[in-house]
């Protein structure tokens, strides 16, 4: 089963304007950290923002916020003000016991001017 | 400057010529990780390392072999690439277990196999 699952193959979201991008995990431990990373076409993954199954509060970082629903096992990851600069591949990720990170296939975002 | 580091970035080579990957972190992270990604599939783990000389293999390990001899170094090793082996490949390291951490990663290193 798929541990890592984000439905939204691409999306575009107006310059200044917020997008969510949705994620949803699957794991049976309680314990586990979920993360965001932008690949821009330049190729590097860039980590973005970290929630952890037991914290009481929204991830936030600068414009980027993770929406944390753990009953659904959903962590969408929400960019507030949109750039052109945040035109990139995003993936979801989790991590369970030890340091190994699954990821989901991605989506990509187009800002559009 | 805190940083991993692959070689080489690009690499164009012919079925069955045995070729090399480096990666070196000078983070002094004990946990270091080789990646694949291919579209659609997202990045997937080949190989891990805990700590040096111990390693293990992650979901896609056929046709890879890795060695951690010093802690900063991981390299991965195709002793016979093939075609199905042209991917994007990413090294990262952490500086240990547990959930929480980030994994930092190297540029990425892309593999055409012909």
């Known amino acids: 089963a798929q541990k890592i699952t984000q439905t939204q193959p691409g999306m575009f979201v107006q310059e200044k304007e917020a997008v969510t991008l949705d994620c949803t995990y699957d794991t049976s431990d309680p314990s586990y950290g979920l993360f965001w990373y932008k690949q821009p076409s330049s190729g590097e993954m860039i980590f973005l923002i970290y929630q952890g199954s037991y914290d009481q509060q929204n991830a936030t970082e600068g414009r980027y916020s993770l929406n944390f629903q753990k009953a659904r096992k959903s962590a969408n990851l929400v960019i507030s003000a949109s750039q052109l600069g945040d035109s990139a591949m995003y993936f979801c990720?989790?991590?369970?016991?030890?340091?190994?990170?699954?990821f989901g296939a991605g989506t990509i975002l187009r800002v559009k001017s | 400057e805190a940083q991993v580091t692959q070689n080489p970035r690009y690499l164009i080579t012919v079925t069955g010529k045995k070729l090399t990957v480096t990666c070196s972190q000078n983070m002094n992270h004990e946990y270091m990780s080789w990646y694949r990604q291919d579209p659609g599939l997202g990045l997937r783990q080949i190989y891990y390392s805990m700590n040096v000389e111990v390693t293990d293999k992650g979901d896609v390990p056929e046709g890879y072999k890795v060695s951690r001899k010093e802690k900063r170094n991981f390299p991965l090793i195709l002793e016979s690439p093939s075609p199905n082996q042209t991917s994007l490949y990413f090294c990262?390291?952490?500086?240990?277990?547990?959930?929480?951490?980030?994994?930092?990663f190297g540029e990425g290193s892309r593999l055409t196999v012909l």
């Open positions: 990262a390291s952490s500086l240990g277990q547990g959930v929480t951490g980030e994994l930092f």
């Open positions: 990720a989790m991590k369970e016991y030890g340091n190994k990170l699954v």
